[in-house]
């Protein structure tokens, strides 16, 4: 732990009028007020916030940052008052300090609501103050850094959150480091399967004398000097975490990562930059499409550098990183490295525009759920950057259209467009743009946001700003649906449906008028079945009346009759229709869907991809829009792969292994073929969602034993 001295020396090497008196009043504040509280590591629980306030000097903070994470757990841990702390620290202080406590007052819980109440709270008092953020941060590192005291279960929630909500916001204001280390603890908790085997390999790698990094560092100084750049070359082997982004990015195996190191030429100035992007590229073979210039265009969270892969020198693929030392220390430091200890003043969070944006995504959601996918979304995906006819740049994540491109530019130009042109030519609403695009939006007052475009927007805005529009027409939706719903129920019975009919039942629905109880048959309050019981009173059931009686989900509420009560599973069904998943495609929740009603087996829900689904291609009538459930992943479902694995003593069992530590559940299986080399075979497993099995999948991957693996989706 660092001591008293040590710390104010710390923040005096690069802030020579640091308030030293108040750093050493706050050291020594903590410490009385923690007392003797024990942290679960056995440590004095002061040695927490004391660690937090060392990290915090590592980005040069002021000394206000450094005072208010010496207390930041004095108020929710300690008797304590935010007053107090104003009156002794200053209100800068006591209002990061009071942000800090707010947040950590809802007990994190892996339940997405109150997560999503926790990033809220956490967002609203950044907006105030950037530097809670920042603090927060050091205050999660210094945890995750210390994980491995606590309990399994609650490692793993805080692991999980670390993973979505910090390392995004850390990447978000360019903290590589943090981002970085964080991830790496995370992921080791959460995919301890994979971590392992990806660290086997890569030491496997290396005693195989395989690790080239210093020859190639060597190689390319040689190249540098030779061409007269001044330069300094680094080279590391990738980390475990972000090999496994990859495989899973790119759907690949541990050998088809051909570029597993990564090289970094630091220079003097930009125009060096490109001198040594020059000497890399004449020299070596380009990689396609691996080439990414963030000098002339930053990433928006502030990034420079310029990024290739070529076929490098021992004839091996690597990335290189080109940048000056100044864009370094911003790409590694982020905001920190902006904004040190000079500045000195508040520094409000509203001058971040994406603070804004993810503020006002806040205000249009309906609820935390949502708002929580939405910004995910938000933080995660890489950019693509397009331009206005104007010249403006807008940074959207990849895979955007046209249309989160105008909703970027301003809700109201979202809401109202009509069509695009991509650099000069009329192009659909759903095409992808692609970095440098530039794209015109044309709009019109008399067009309004569709439903159809939540199928293909990316961005959290416009979903949000969608979503709003299609909940308040609703009501429009809901009777078109029930009307659909009523009428495909009588001809399937062969009655007459009529309106007439409808307005005599009114009473028994609590309806007052016909279009009210389509609304309610669409919103699922009433089902078609009891309307058309109440239409033809006498009507004896057929088969189809004892299908509805048999209504049984698989996969969820096995022995629990009563439906109602069911977390609900899938939106946009009929209640008391029979619903079950195709065995053709095992759709799990994250797939996009499709309900397909079938004659007398209520709906067969398929993946929007089945090649089953081409067979009803002309009978629109039997397709329904359908969604995932806020239940979905409370019970299992089936995920089936396709594994081939070597055909070597103790596979089979590695593979059961590996499945069950992932929280997999082995369903049934199936061998399929066997050589003298090779097995292969059908697995069905049960998962929670489509995630899980993907996680299932990657670790896979990362194993020895398996030779390929994917999913067996027809
Ligand atoms: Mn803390």
């Known amino acids: 732990m660092l001591r008293q001295y040590e710390l104010v020396d710390l923040v005096k090497s690069y802030d020579p009028d640091a308030d030293e008196d108040a750093l050493n009043r706050a050291y020594v504040y903590a410490m009385k007020k923690h007392g003797a509280q024990l942290r679960t590591s056995g440590d004095p629980y002061y040695s927490h916030p004391v660690e937090v306030a060392g990290i915090l000097t590592k980005f040069k903070l002021d000394s206000t940052s450094i005072i208010a994470g010496l207390l930041h757990d004095t108020v929710e841990d300690t008797d304590a008052t935010v007053e107090e702390i104003r009156e002794l620290f200053g209100p800068q202080v006591a209002q990061i300090v009071d942000g800090l406590t707010k947040l950590a007052m809802i007990e994190l819980k892996s339940k997405d609501t109150k997560q999503a109440e926790n990033f809220r709270k956490l967002l609203l008092a950044m907006s105030e103050d950037i530097r809670v953020l920042l603090i927060k941060l050091a205050d999660r590192l210094h945890n995750m850094r210390t994980l491995h005291f606590c309990a399994p279960e609650k490692r793993m929630r805080i692991a999980r959150e670390t993973l979505d909500i910090y390392a995004p916001l850390a990447e978000r204001i360019g903290m590589q480091e943090i981002k970085t280390e964080l ?54 082997e990738k980390s475990p975490y972000s090999i496994w982004r990859k495989m899973q990015k790119k759907n690949a195996s541990f050998e088809q990562l051909s570029d597993i190191m990564a090289f970094r030429i630091i220079v003097d100035d930009v125009a060096a930059c490109y001198q040594a992007l020059g000497i890399v590229h004449s020299k070596y073979h380009m990689v396609p499409r691996r080439f990414k210039d963030y000098i002339s265009t930053p990433k928006p969270n502030g990034y420079k550098s310029i990024h290739t892969g070529v076929i490098g020198p021992e004839n091996t693929r690597i990335e290189i990183q080109i940048r000056t030392q100044e864009m370094h220390e911003v790409n590694e430091k982020g905001v920190a490295a902006h904004w040190a200890y000079k500045q000195g003043e508040k520094v409000v969070g509203k001058n971040f525009r994406w603070i804004q944006e993810l503020l006002e995504i806040l205000e249009e959601a309906s609820n935390p759920e949502e708002f929580l996918e939405n910004t995910k979304l938000e933080m995660y995906n890489d950019q693509v950057f397009c331009f206005t006819p104007k010249g403006d740049l807008i940074g959207l994540p990849i895979n955007s259209t046209p249309v989160d491109f105008a909703y970027a530019v301003h809700s109201k130009v979202g809401n109202t467009c009509v069509g695009a042109k991509i650099n000069g030519e009329i192009k659909p609403l759903r095409t992808v743009l692609q970095n440098g695009d530039q794209v015109e939006i044309l709009t019109s007052k008399a067009q309004h946001p569709s439903p159809e475009w939540d199928r293909f927007v990316v961005t959290g805005k416009a979903k949000a700003a969608i979503r709003r529009y299609v909940r308040a027409n609703k009501r429009e939706q809901f009777v078109a649906l029930g009307e659909q719903m009523l009428e495909r129920t009588f001809k399937g019975e062969n009655l007459e449906f009529s309106e007439k009919g409808l307005v005599g039942v009114l009473p028994n629905f609590e309806a007052e008028s016909v279009e009210d109880i389509y609304a309610k048959v669409g919103e699922g309050l009433v089902s078609a079945w009891d309307v058309m019981k109440a239409v033809y009173p006498s009507y004896k059931q057929s088969k189809l009346g004892k299908v509805v009686k048999s209504f049984k989900v698989r996969g969820f509420g096995k022995s629990d009759k009563k439906t109602k009560s069911d977390p609900v599973q899938i939106k946009g069904l009929i209640p008391g229709m029979a619903v079950h998943f195709a065995g053709c495609c095992h759709p799990l929740p994250g797939d996009r869907i499709v309900g397909i009603v079938t004659t007398g087996k209520g709906v067969a829900v398929h993946s929007i991809d089945c090649k089953a689904l081409e067979r009803y291609a002309s009978e629109p009538e039997r397709w329904l829009d359908i969604s995932w459930g806020d239940g979905a992943t409370e019970g299992s479902h089936i995920g089936r792969l396709k594994v081939i694995l070597l055909n070597e003593p103790g596979t089979l069992g590695d593979l059961s292994n590996m499945i069950a530590r992932c929280e997999g559940n082995i369903a049934n299986l199936n061998i399929t073929n066997r050589t003298m080399t090779y097995f292969e075979l059908i697995v069905d497993i049960e998962v929670r969602d489509l995630k899980h099995l993907t996680d299932i999948i990657t670790t896979l991957r990362a194993s020895k034993s398996v030779s390929y693996v994917a999913r067996a989706n027809q």
């Open 183 to 236: 991830e790496e603890i995370a992921f080791k908790e959460l995919h301890k399967e994979a971590y392992e085997s990806i660290t086997a390999r890569l030491n496997f790698l290396r005693e195989q004398g395989s690790n080239l990094v210093p020859a190639i560092i060597k190689q390319l100084e040689k190249d540098m000097e030779e061409g007269g750049v001044k330069a300094t070359i680094s080279g590391r």
